[in-house]
């Protein structure tokens, strides 16, 4: 086989003319070795990666036999290019999870990729065994992107579909095929010489005939040339069709074997991975390591998966061979074996495996019964691409003979959104469940619960759940539950919707007390990703408390998150969204943005409709603010078209429903904001959401008066309101509405007011959004305690352009405005960057604003971009995940 020469193993060739190739083929984006099986590939890749003068990084990858877990794919090729790069962290190992977006994780290792310093190459080996489609279309937009340093290998037996037109027009794809990796004749006669092996020189080319220079057939024959008394018959009878060829090698190589090594490599070929003590199971007999290693060292198909050399699996082709003479053999031994090696694998935690070989033993009844019984820790462990697979693994009709395979249908079904069919799953297990001896029923019954609180909770059925939730804990904590681990894993979960539930009800304080109980109970039993979850929700479940409280929280949440890879998931969305709308309320528009923007990027893959909601709500709040006010129309109304997909009212529907009316008067469009607040319940018109809009209608309207009478209820605190910000809205209006009247010492006095409420929170956005702002520079500073908030708000608010402020010419900055400039480009709020600089708040807001004077700048993010323009900032900055964490960033 191709090889290198210095390797120290028989047998094995220089073939300098293909590592040549590879050399000169680093230069381009990316290199395609496609070949058929045993070709040489794989040998041909260690004898490039492992030749001398190597300086460049290389990554390998090969991918497992029949792999369909996208996810598990990216996470292996992400944790080889880190081993590579030098950049191993054991306690940031990323973490497979039940919801994955590949786009995100493409363009994390894009990222990983420009982050390392000299060139870089990633193998990817038996990329043929690759069966999730939606990898490939994720893999091309890698490749197709990848920064000038770095370069890819790909390995497989066929042409993988990877859209590479593009690549292959700039010269940018380097192909080596079928005929490239052939074995000449000269090749063929010095590997028959590397393997001690002499044949007259007709004879050397007859093979080299027969085989048409295929490596495995090439080493096939060696190895069984070794040892037989006629190589010149051996070599002329080598033909025939595949099967033909195929029962004659086996023949002669396996049966030339020693009896307990034929009996290890036919027994052992029903695995896809066999290590000694399996081996030992399978065969009866003790000794499978020592002769598994010796058969990797004599090249002799079996390749060792790990460094330490306790894994291996057979060459594929040598699989494959193994089983077809198994089949001949020992047909009746085929399901014991599949049996055996279930059991082995489900006693050693590895169920997805067990489950598999007890379905190649046609053993559906126990597979699905394993199946039901660990689907939600599967799941839980990220591997719902695995449990898919195994679902189609099953016959057509097996439903029937094994009903509870329908909870795990409907465990697939909540995973991706499918809720009816998830509640007809779930409806077909509970009837059955009724039929089962106790033990079982109740298990049954309590997993069924539990998906069924699920489905509550993703329908937006609130009160379903609170309805089913006490029952289930109640039926945890009981004494019939027998499986603890399985109990825990269900409080858990509960406690984790009761939670989310409450959150969207506005239960602030219960929601916070039961997601730090459920991420507690998450961490003690080992859990990370329920606990995340938990911690993610809780940063909104915190804003009823404080604003700064929320972005403590959500930002622990992150970097929890960011330790298992989830940073880019749907499971740490509700972390995004929450950091988005504090930034928001408080004036941060640019950071909002860039938050929303992560937000939405981790819920492509799927999201409940309370994150939907509250995302599009958000967005629409940021565009209003920003005067986007048809965008901000059109986000309103999608906000408003989730929930009416739920079951029930989101708590926070009454401030979407108030957003669009008030939205329609303000683009001049009062009878379509009449016709929105026609369709509005009569419990929901008499929230202080909605009163505040009746009341913008009423000011576009010309009505000062009307709109005073609207807002009545809300300012003297009869109206129910879900926040704080509400009541300042209020105010402002009826400041706009006393300036309306001629009444300035009233409107003065409800700005003092809507200044008094925001104060605390430094909640700008009412400002922005009711256009009450303009009524501050009127406002006398030294006649308010508000003087610096009311100056945030008029930076926020102020309609300076970056065009034309990046036209003014820059006055100097003093040292501390350079300095305070540097923490522009972070994450950073203005609270955190005063904590860093050792001054108070007030010191910040003064420096901020005269750095906005002096670059004429509108906000944040133009201050950065006019400070880089007069090179004031460079190409890098500060950023940080967190107060006193500092770090560069290029």
């Known amino acids: ?97 039940p919801n994955f977006d590949g786009r995100a994780m493409v363009d994390r290792m894009l990222a990983e990729l420009a982050g390392i310093d000299g060139p870089v190459v990633f193998v990817i080996d038996d990329l043929h065994e690759l069966e999730a489609p939606d990898a490939f279309e994720q893999l091309t937009a890698l490749l197709t992107n990848l920064p000038p340093h770095a370069h890819a290998v790909l390995a497989a037996r066929r042409d993988p579909p990877l ?35 002499s044949l007259p020189a007709d004879a050397a080319a007859l093979l080299h005939e027969r085989t048409e220079g295929w490596a495995a057939g090439l080493r096939l024959a060696a190895l069984s040339l070794a040892e037989h008394p006629d190589p010149g018959r051996f070599v002329a009878e080598f033909s025939g069709t595949d099967r033909t060829v195929a029962e004659y090698l086996i023949a002669e190589m396996l049966e030339r074997q020693p009896a307990d090594v034929q009996r290890l490599l036919l027994r052992t070929s ?22 598994l290693l010796e058969l990797e060292d004599a090249n002799a198909f079996v390749v060792a998966l790990d460094p330490q050399r306790t894994w291996f699996r057979y060459h594929h082709l040598f699989s494959g061979l193994l089983r077809l003479e198994l089949r001949r053999t020992l047909p009746g031994q ?56 195994l679902l189609r693994s099953f016959p057509n009709g097996c439903g029937s003979d094994a009903p509870e395979l329908a909870l795990v249908y409907a465990i697939a079904d909540l995973d991706q959104l499918r809720l009816d069919q998830a509640a007809a799953h779930l409806r077909i297990v509970r009837a059955h469940a009724a039929t089962t001896p106790p033990q079982r029923r109740h298990r049954l019954e309590l997993a069924v619960t539990a998906l069924e609180l699920l489905l509550a909770r993703l329908h937006g059925h609130f009160d379903g759940v609170f309805e089913q939730v006490g029952s289930l804990l109640s039926a945890i904590t009981g004494p019939s539950t027998a499986d603890v681990a399985l109990g825990n894993d269900l409080r858990a979960v509960a406690l984790l919707n009761l939670g989310v539930t409450e959150a969207w009800s506005l239960r602030l304080r219960d929601s916070e007390r039961h997601l730090l109980e459920g991420a507690a109970l998450a961490q003690e039993i080992g859990r990370p990703y329920l606990e995340v979850a ?34 880019d998931q749907p499971v740490i969305a509700p972390a995004l969204a ?16 860039r938050w929303l923007d992560r937000a939405r990027r981790a ?245 901020i604003r005269n750095i906005y004077a002096k670059l004429g700048a509108t906000d944040r993010s133009t201050a950065v971009q006019r400070g880089r323009e007069l090179r004031l900032l460079g190409g890098t900055g500060i950023t940080t995940r967190g107060p006193s964490e500092l770090r560069i960033r290029g």
């Open 1 to 97: 086989m191709a090889g290198n020469s210095g390797s120290g193993r028989p047998g094995l060739i220089d073939r300098r003319a293909l590592v040549s190739t590879l050399d000169r083929a680093a230069g381009r984006k990316v290199t395609m070795i496609s070949a058929p099986a045993g070709s040489g590939k794989t040998s041909l890749l260690r004898a490039w990666s492992a030749g001398p003068g190597r300086t460049r990084r290389i990554a390998s990858l090969t991918v497992p036999p029949r792999h369909h877990d996208t996810q598990l794919f990216w996470l292996g090729l992400l944790g080889a290019v880190r081993a590579a790069a030098g950049t191993v962290d054991e306690t940031d190992t990323p973490t497979a999870t």
């Open 270 to 291: 029903v695995l896809d991975r066999v290590n000694g003590e399996l081996a030992d199971l399978l065969t009866e007999s003790p000794g499978s390591e020592r002769i």
């Open 163 to 197: 859209r590479l037109q593009q690549l292959r027009l700039a010269g940018e794809l380097a192909e080596i095929r079928s005929a490239h990796m052939r074995f000449t004749e000269s090749e063929t006669r010095e590997f028959l010489a590397a393997s001690g092996l």
């Open 334 to 389: 085929i399901p014991i074996l599949h049996t055996r090696a279930a059991h082995w694998f489900a006693r050693h935690g590895h169920i997805a495996e067990a489950i598999g070989h007890l379905q190649a033993a046609g053993a559906w009844t126990e597979a699905a019964r394993l199946l039901t019984d660990h689907a939600l820790s599967l799941t839980l462990d990220g591997q719902a691409g695995t449990i898919r697979a």
């Open 534 to 567: 938990c911690r993610a929700q809780l940063g909104f479940s915190s804003t009823g408390a404080s604003f700064t409280l929320a972005r403590e929280r959500c930002r622990a949440a992150l970097a929890s998150a960011a330790r298992h890879g989830w940073d």
């Open 578 to 593: 929450t950091l988005a709308g504090v930034q928001v309320w408080t004036g941060e528009f640019d950071e909002g943005q």
């Open 603 to 847: 819920t492509q893959a799927g999201s409940e409709p309370g994150i939907r909601l509250l995302l599009h709500l958000t967005a629409g709040m940021l565009s209003a603010a920003r005067g986007q006010q048809r965008r901000a129309l059109a986000e309103f109304q999608a906000a408003g078209q989730v929930e009416a997909g739920m079951f029930g009212e989101h708590a926070l529907g009454a401030r979407v429903a108030g957003c669009v009316v008030a939205t329609q008067a303000r683009l001049g469009m009062p009878a379509a904001a009449r016709s929105t607040l026609a369709t509005i319940t009569e419990k929901r018109s008499a929230t202080g959401e909605i009163r505040t809009a009746v009341a913008a209608i009423h000011l576009a309207d010309d009505d000062p008066a009307a709109a005073r009478r609207a807002l009545r209820d809300v300012l003297d605190g009869t109206a129910e309101v879900n926040h704080d910000f509400t009541r300042i809205e209020a105010h402002l209006l009826d400041a706009l509405a006393g300036r309306a009247l001629g009444d300035d010492r009233a409107a003065v006095a409800a700005l003092e007011r809507a200044l008094e409420l925001a104060e605390p929170e430094r909640l700008i956005l009412p400002f922005a959004l009711t256009g009450a702002g303009e009524l501050l520079k009127s406002l006398p500073r030294q006649d308010t305690a508000h003087a610096a908030l009311i100056a945030d708000i008029l930076d926020a608010v102020r309609g300076d352009t970056p065009s034309r402020a990046a036209a003014r010419p820059a006055e100097s900055l003093s040292p501390t405005e350079l300095r305070l400039l540097r923490y522009l480009p972070t994450n950073l709020t203005r609270p955190e960057i005063a904590q860093e600089l050792s001054v108070s708040v007030n010191t910040v807001n003064t420096h």
